[in-house]
């Protein structure tokens, strides 16, 4: 004896999981589309501001509505008007783990160790310049060589860390001296 779909109110012979092939069909295509709408829903999905007790909607990757944007812009400018030598110590700490994938205390540590002088034995000056200390490091292998004032960090970058080049330069100074 053949089985009846499993469906209500449908007179077909079951074949698939008890539904016939129609309602099979049918059930198939509705769990498509409703995945679909899942989808869409979920691209659609609007972020509540962060600022609690905020429930405005937060502008797109920020987390934040567009009123409170302003007021944190604001105490951001602030707080850097107020303390101008944080805020400096804050970035140079930031874009030296960024750059060089280390602590800023090594810099420091590097500085102590040549006694707060240029790396260049022939320089050896105390002021750094305006940018301040400049990390020198191999570009091919990312080892940190030491801490440059910056017209020294400037002429080796020039002569491209090449050896040859820098000893044809002196060479070319003895030579017209």
């Avoid at 209500?8 to 295509?29: M, T």
């Avoid at 990390?135 to 400037?154: F, M, S, V, Y």
Wanted: proline share 4%; net charge positive; with cysteine.
């Amino acid at each position: 004896m053949q089985n009846k779909c499993s469906i209500l109110e449908c007179p077909n012979i079951a074949k698939v999981g008890g539904l016939c092939k129609k309602c099979y069909d049918n059930q198939r295509k509705n769990l498509r589309n409703e995945r679909r709408r899942n989808i869409v829903a979920a691209k659609k999905i609007t972020h509540t501001c962060i600022v609690n007790s905020c429930y405005a909607k937060a502008l797109p990757n920020i987390q934040i509505c567009a009123k409170h944007r302003t007021t944190r812009a604001k105490s951001t400018k602030e707080y850097r008007q107020k303390n101008p030598a944080r805020v400096k110590t804050m970035r140079q700490r930031s874009r030296h783990k960024f750059h060089y994938h280390e602590p800023y205390e090594n810099k420091i540590l590097r500085l102590n160790n040549q006694n707060n002088k240029c790396a260049n034995l022939a320089c050896q000056t105390t002021d750094p310049g305006a940018r301040g200390w400049q990390t020198d490091h191999n570009h091919k292998t990312g080892h940190i060589r030491g801490e440059l004032c910056g017209p020294c960090n400037r002429i080796l970058g020039h002569a491209q860390d090449d050896p040859a080049i820098l000893q044809g330069l002196i060479d070319y100074l003895n030579q017209t001296q």
